[in-house]
């Protein structure tokens, strides 16, 4: 079953920014920490953010200064605003709790390229 639908990833030069979305059912967004992950093929996903529901956030080092998570509760809805991409940041991101339920959503693909 599907628990959250992310959008907002594409195509785009280095230095550039997206914003991604993660829309989840209410039942986990009013539950859990909210988190974006990233994977690229033979490489284990990663946490790259995570916001709880008090607004407390964690980053990885490699993203911290260029990334910003937050969430509205009132649309149950997470967002990472994502400034001065760079080649390495190219993988799928995905959305998910933290610690991370076993559904995944589809992902969207960030493409960070010249």
């Known amino acids: 079953q599907v628990q959250v639908v992310e959008s907002g990833g594409g195509l785009v030069q280095p230095g550039g920014s997206l914003r991604l979305s993660c829309a989840a059912s209410?039942?986990?967004?009013?539950?859990?920490?909210m988190g974006w992950y990233r994977q690229v093929p033979g490489i284990a996903r990663e946490l790259v953010a995570a916001?709880?529901?008090?607004?407390?956030?964690d980053y990885a080092d490699s993203v911290k200064g260029r990334f910003t998570i937050s969430r509205d509760n009132a649309k149950n809805t997470a967002y990472l605003q994502m400034n001065s991409l760079k080649p390495e940041d190219t993988a799928v991101y995905y959305c998910?709790?933290?610690?991370?339920?076993?559904?995944w959503g589809q992902g969207t693909q960030v493409t960070v390229s010249s």
């Open positions: 916001i709880d529901l008090g607004g407390r956030i």
């Open positions: 209410e039942r986990i967004f009013s539950s859990y920490v």
């Open positions: 998910n709790t933290r610690p991370t339920l076993p559904h």
